[in-house]
């Protein structure tokens, strides 16, 4: 099948790209166009006008500013994969790059494209939840942060203005003792998560956890944060015990769905398996802690 007829414009700024999204009426913003592409192409989405934000300058980076790690709109998940400096300091963004699908699409989607697309199945919204992130949108009023944990609304639906366009995804910039991670089950490489788990640990002076953060993939109707797991694991020292409780009370707090990849008691143990891993992993990153994991 073939995409419907449309109109294609490419605005050199920012504030060229609100304003179509303000004249115009049906209108989609091509970013990587990893998600946008099969569905024009399949007629799921069949916009009169596609406002493709490729040639605006300044949009591609990815840097620390300010106490911020800030992403923008046109960082390709293969730019992630390969930074040093996500390396060196992010555990989990360098655990998730690899992980989204293939390396054809890791070359030209974007993150900042994906976190919009609100797939619940996606994996960079459990990642900047964790890390209680923010998304940065530019609207006819100009700027607006959003809270990633104020962003994820339903499946594909967000808390975005239809006339804003996202120009950045930022995280804190990571505190002393702190370590993240991610982990993931799919069926097979490329597919997209049947559960995930993003972790992240703040350790004080005395090796006790002094914030946890983590988000979680697949196992609900958006992204989500497992609060209650959250609130076990502030105040106690890491330990295999503590993270089993936390990976049983993150579990509890999802709320999978039966398909043909598993019922929704084995997604719920999935759960509790993938958060333990990602604790273990964020614990040893943070420095105090070697990795023990509960099966």
Not at 50 to 76: H, K, M, S
Not at 93 to 104: G, H, K, N
Not at 126 to 137: I, Q, T
Not at 261 to 270: C, L, N, P, S
Request: charge should be negative.
């Amino acid at each position: 099948m073939k995409a419907a007829q449309f109109e294609t414009h490419e605005p050199d700024t920012v504030e060229e790209a609100v304003s179509l999204l303000e004249s115009l009426d049906d209108r989609a913003i091509l970013a990587g166009g990893q998600s946008m592409v099969p569905m024009l192409r399949f007629r799921l989405a069949v916009p009169e006008t596609v406002i493709d934000i490729n040639c605006i300058d300044g949009l591609d980076y990815l840097e620390e500013e300010d106490g911020w790690l800030r992403i923008g709109a046109l960082t390709r998940h293969a730019d992630v994969e390969e930074s040093a400096l996500i390396d060196e300091r992010y555990g989990s963004f360098a655990d998730t790059a690899p992980l989204v699908a293939d390396p054809q699409i890791r070359n030209r989607g974007t993150v900042a494209g994906a976190i919009a697309q609100a797939d619940p199945k996606g994996d960079w919204g459990s990642v900047v939840l964790a890390h209680e992130g923010e998304v940065v949108a530019q609207g006819p009023d100009g700027e607006r942060v959003i809270p990633a944990e104020d962003f994820f609304l339903l499946p594909y639906d967000t808390t975005l203005d239809e006339n804003e366009l996202i120009t950045e995804i930022r995280v804190p910039t990571p505190a002393p003792r702190e370590g993240s991670a991610y982990h993931k089950l799919k069926r097979k490489v490329g597919d997209y998560a049947m559960a995930g788990s993003a972790a992240r640990l703040v350790l004080d002076e005395d090796g006790r956890i002094e914030n946890a953060a983590i988000g979680l993939t697949a196992v609900d109707i958006t992204n989500v944060r497992a609060t209650d797991a959250e609130d076990h694991l502030e105040g106690e020292r890491p330990g295999s015990e503590v993270f089993k409780r936390a990976g049983e009370l993150a579990a509890e707090q999802s709320n999978p769905e039966s398909d043909e990849h598993g019922d929704a008691g084995y997604k719920e143990r999935m759960v509790n398996v993938l958060t333990q891993r990602a604790l273990g992993d964020a614990a040893e990153r943070a420095g105090l802690v070697k990795r023990r994991v509960s099966q």
